[in-house]
């Protein structure tokens, strides 16, 4: 047996075989023991024995000690040199394990911990798993989609709403109608965000929506094309301030639906588009409908295709649309509410072309206040057809392109033929229209009634690059003082005013006119070719005594003639043989005339005598076509409106809805029963401008 | 009120009116002295309104007329530009 007193006693050297120093810090030296210097407290000695009995290692342990003097001591570790150890397996678990040897056993020599399976816990199955991903050898077969979101608001006894989640995408796919206020402000000012449809939804009823999702975080495409109709003020401001992209409009079946679409876009700042198409005809409701529905929002072109859908009212409805280029509302045909488009326009800035081209008629008063307003880009508004403006009120076109700096469009409403108001007030159809607008000349070419007050009360002010006003129609007004209204060319210099010679006597003596309509510097001229007055002066019939080509009388044309085309133009009431003939050719046959300086028509008369024989000599029909090159027609009516027999003539007379100043016109003949060998005759034609007679001084 | 001057003239057939200046190269056939209202009024002869502007014809006076305010505007629309 090794003395291990000797250990203390020596300063370190060979241990026999079965002994093992190791020091404090685990470093094991085999089969050496330092110097007595270097021995801490803490190192230990270990005897290994075999015993061949048992076939086993008895092992004992040593403490070595040192003390504070470095005096050493040796003690022996309980058990350590025969602990009794054995061998442990241990499962994996969710939760912590302290494992203590069984009694009779001083610890284990070997612990195998078992690997984690999936029955760790029970809720690791293929279902709730997404699918193709392997937890614990469990593959997923759930769908990849995440859970819907469904938000969930509740209303406190207070009537306080919250919502507990914010994603909006989907939550409304399953209802089927929303009621009377179902929805009204429900979401508004909350977090809420997604996208928004009611693709299932049949009905929205009264106030459903009504700034339901107003002031959130909701964005993307709304979508309500499945929708068959929506009530009273049903999407009022509904969208408002919030990031939508694009709106698909309902389908609209419904009757009434004033307001709907008040405020219902107000500042949605990433709207570029709406699709409207899907709104069927409705009643018309007897409110507003699109006020300030889109102001201040990114629209960028306002296309209005409505399936004839009657809508009344666009008040403000672009306000401020600062990305807006471009407005078309084709599909409007004539304009009966009042304040139709006051302020549509107002500030759009980036507005240049609108069209109202199908437009006929303007009976309502404040249709378009303030509807261009500092539109400093505006250059073109198409009014083509619109023929007549009887505003039951007043105040038509107040300010409707005030500040349009850069509109130059002369002839915006060269299509005019009458202008009727029983307003007696000094504000009026035309009032402060073009107030400082670029404006360089300006065309009322077919404006020959003019009736009411003030109509054009500074029409004009401003404008200081305007330079002449033509109107060579002019002709039935109500001849009264007050009817241009003061100040039409307040603040403007150096314009010229034009007039048809035959209005002279009877203008000049107007104070309106004499003061120079309030300007600086005005000349009113009587330069343009008269309009005659006498509507039933007999001797206005005779308008050419030959034919003549050119200049500024009429150039007549016909094909195959056998006896000149201008024979019609006389007068020949005594003569009833006199007339053009077309002679025999294949149908149809026509006969042009030419106006130099152009002429508007809108009544055609002429007639047969009754010795004719109508059978082969009376045109079935008759097509107006009209012509400013005399090459490219376009055709303005067709067929008799009324005929009626004389004592020697059977007279005919066609009207034209729309008259303007064409240069050529041509009077398209069809023979009777479309008969080749038939030929076509006119003992007299009669060609009337507005109310009178072209007659050339 | 203010009065002006307005020529009728008369060149190469047509005739026309001056208001305010006097043309150069042309026959001149008439002056007429026009009466005007301020801006903001109208003109009153009697109890009967005749507008802006009325020609004082032979015989007729300033005395025989008197202003009257307009009645107000209707009120604007912001003018601020709102981006």
Partial sequence: MFDRTKLLNIGGGVLPRSWQYSSSDDITTNGYFPAESRIQSGDKLTHVVYDRDNATYNTTSYFVDKDDDGVLSVSEIPGGGSANLKELEVDSHIYEQIIIPAPGWDGYNKVTVHKVTSAIDSNITASNIVNGVNILGVVGTASASAPKEVARYVIDENGVATVSNRNLTGAFDDITSLGEDSLKSAFSNTNVYGEISFNNCSAIRNNALSYAFSNTNISGEVSLQNCLGVNFSGLYGAFQNTNISFFNAPKMYSTTWGHCFDNTFNNCKNLRGFNLSNMQSVLQGSAETFRNAFASSGIENATFYINGAQINTFIDAFYNCKNLTYANFSEITTLSYQGAFNGTFYYCTNLTNVYFNSVSSITASDCFVNAFKGDSNLSYVNFENLYSISASGNNTFVGAFNGCSNFSQGNIFGAVNRITSSSTQQRNIFNGTFYNTGLTNMYFSNLTTLSGNAVFNKAFQYCSYLKDIYFPSFYNWNNSNLVFGSGMLQFVSNCTVHFPKSTQNSMSTWSQVASGFGGTNITVLWDLPSISNNFNDSGCYNIMSSGTIGGNTFAVGASSESADAWQAMKNSSSDLSTGWHSGVSEAPHYFDLYFPEGAQCNYIYWDIANSVDRTTNAPEFINVCVSDDGNTWKQVGSSFVMSRETSDFTEYEIHLTYPRFYKYYRLFFNSYQNNPSYITTINRLYFYLGLCRYNEE | ?83
């Fill in chain 2, 1 to 83: 009120m203010y009065t002006t001057i307005t020529y009728i003239f008369e060149k190469d057939g047509v005739k026309g009116m001056a208001c305010g200046y006097k043309p150069e190269n042309v026959t001149i056939l008439e002056e007429r002295v026009i009466l005007h209202a301020e801006d903001g009024y109208t003109l009153y002869k009697g109890e009967e309104e005749v507008g802006g502007a009325v020609w004082l014809v032979t015989g007729d006076t300033i005395d025989n007329y008197t202003e009257k305010e307009l009645p107000p505007e209707p009120e604007e629309e912001p003018e601020e530009n709102l981006d």
